[in-house]
């Protein structure tokens, strides 16, 4: 894994400590001997937040069928109904 790729997980995870950008950076230049800066921390966060919200995935439909397979209940056709 690259040097900048270590850099972005410690960000992320410094900020999911509860740290904020100003001291991120400080933690990240002392570590790495980077010029980081709060702006470069922000940018980081921000592209990590914006790649979650793209993640999101709600895959369920919404009908009870979906609803009890996701449950470990099985489908319709698992207990011999096929439709009419």
Excluded: C, P
Excluded at 5 to 34: C, H, M, P, R, V
Excluded at 43 to 48: L, S
């Amino acid at each position: 894994m690259s040097t900048f790729s270590n850099i972005l997980i410690d960000i992320e995870d410094l900020w999911a400590d509860g740290k904020f950008s100003d001291e991120i950076a400080e933690i990240i230049n002392k570590q790495y001997g980077t010029a980081f800066g709060e702006e470069e921390v922000d940018n980081a966060i921000r592209e990590f937040l914006d790649a979650q919200d793209q993640a999101y995935n709600d895959d369920m439909d919404g009908d009870h069928a979906s609803a009890l397979a996701s449950a470990g209940f099985g489908t319709d056709e698992d207990y011999g109904y096929y439709g009419e």
